[in-house]
């Protein structure tokens, strides 16, 4: 009788956990098409602290080729010659605190990643759902819709942030990478997120900093002739309807935009610090520390920077076990980096279709095509001239159970439009990448 009783209440113990974090997305298969955590009930009886991890081990067979024929050591355009293996396994570590009533702290490390492989944290933040400490009527209707986070989090702009794979958390994304023009960064910062019905209106204000610095920029220094020498809050805000019809067919569309007058150096395209997972390609040197970012472009738009991006999201499901899903993101970045007068734009276009199968939707096959052209500015005595970059992705994966899945994804990505002297120039590479996961 005692073990039964003792057993009721671990059942009971797990279930209030649940409730408890239901505000904070899950990190497993739970967590797909998850955007902006939904307003749900409260319920608190005591502090409560969560662990989690997410690790992911990969296996590649990539190839690439350029315009400047075999691997020459002393020729910095031509490619290292790649061979098949294991690429390093990346691991997060997540704590998660419900410390009031409605009152939550994310906070999350990396165990190692490609670009560091110590441990070091990501970033961490308050999530508050109401406002226990503040004794006015008002404030408890205002937070009946609203939602607060202040820390240093994954900015909110665009949609393609919940569905990309951050070093060991790869879950979320039903193929190997991210976009070409990875649109991430986490910044110190506020952001309120209002949801009225099916609507949700997000305003956030951040530092517009990957890494915060204190000192003034001298703008008579030549490397910053064109900065303003400030450090510019960034301001983001978006706009997104999201409405589940009827058991069949949910649609999601939403707009967003990202703005800074001036930055010590924006990293909002080149702010992931975990790596790529097409390891390898497109260096003339080995993978390390500081050729983590394989596959990815990032235009350079580091001072004064203005992004906008539109995101719609389908899943039909016309039978039990069944289901097509759309995700497309259509793109365009206005901006300079410090040294610059002249503004540039980057457009990038990302369309990808996904049919999940099997009694849970534990299967599925997709396909990704990924377009960016960047106008980029003229470097090293080379006119300016615009980057042309597409990849067509065809991926499946199987979530053997909700903590656990593997996925794999043949993968092809050319290049046009860089100087003769370029190690992209008529470069390409293509093969097929295996992952294996795990997340709890």
Wanted: proline residues 3%; charged residues 20%; glycine residues 10%.
């Amino acid at each position: 009788m005692k073990m039964k009783k003792r057993s009721l209440l671990t059942v009971v113990a797990i279930l209030t956990t649940c409730v408890a974090f239901a505000q904070l997305r899950q990190t497993n298969k739970d967590g797909i098409n998850v955007f902006e955590t939904p307003k749900t009930d409260t319920e608190f009886d005591g502090l409560k602290v969560k662990i989690g991890g997410a690790l992911t081990l990969p296996y590649t067979t990539l190839d690439h080729s350029n315009a400047h024929g075999e691997y020459e050591s002393d020729n910095p355009s031509t490619l290292l010659p790649l061979t098949n293996n294991f690429g390093l396994p990346q691991a997060n570590l997540f704590i998660k605190s419900n410390l009031a009533d409605g009152i939550y702290l994310n906070f999350e490390l990396y165990l190692a990643s490609r670009h560091h492989n110590e441990t070091w944290v990501k970033g961490g933040f308050l999530q508050m759902e109401k406002l226990p400490f503040l004794p006015w009527d008002f404030v408890d209707e205002l937070m009946e819709f609203t939602t607060i986070k202040v820390g240093q989090f994954d900015v909110n702009y665009g949609d393609a942030h919940f569905r990309r794979s951050d070093g060991g958390l790869t879950f979320y994304n039903p193929f190997m990478e991210n976009h070409i023009m990875d649109e991430f960064a986490t910044e110190i910062g506020a952001e309120v997120d209002v949801h009225l019905g099916d609507f949700t209106l997000v305003g956030a204000v951040t530092n517009g900093q990957l890494n915060p610095a204190l000192q003034k920029i001298d703008t008579t220094q030549e490397t910053n002739k064109y900065s303003n020498g400030k450090m510019n809050p960034a301001l983001i805000g978006k706009l997104a309807y999201d409405k589940r019809f009827n058991e069949q067919f949910r649609l999601r569309v939403s707009g967003s935009g990202y703005y800074t007058a001036g930055s010590y150096r924006n990293t909002l395209f080149g702010g992931d610090r975990t790596g790529s997972n097409y390891y390898g390609v497109m260096y003339h040197v080995a993978p390390s520390s500081s050729t983590f970012t394989n596959g990815r472009f990032n235009p350079g738009l580091t001072d004064r920077l203005s992004a906008l991006m539109g995101n719609l999201f389908l899943k039909y499901s016309p039978v039990n076990g069944v289901s097509f899903e759309s995700f497309t993101t259509l793109e365009q970045a206005k901006g300079r980096s410090a040294s610059e007068k002249d503004l540039r734009t980057a457009n990038q276009f990302v369309t990808d279709l996904v049919v999940r199968f099997g009694a849970d939707e534990q299967f599925y096959v997709g396909a990704r095509y990924n377009i960016l052209k960047a106008d980029m500015a003229a470097a090293g005595g080379t006119p300016a001239y615009t980057a042309d970059i597409s990849r067509t992705a065809i991926a499946a994966g199987w979530y053997m159970t909700k903590n656990i899945m593997a996925k794999v994804e043949y993968v092809k990505q050319n290049y046009d439009g860089f100087p003769g002297n370029s190690i992209y120039s008529d470069a390409q590479f293509d093969g097929l990448t295996l992952a294996g996961s795990i997340a709890f």
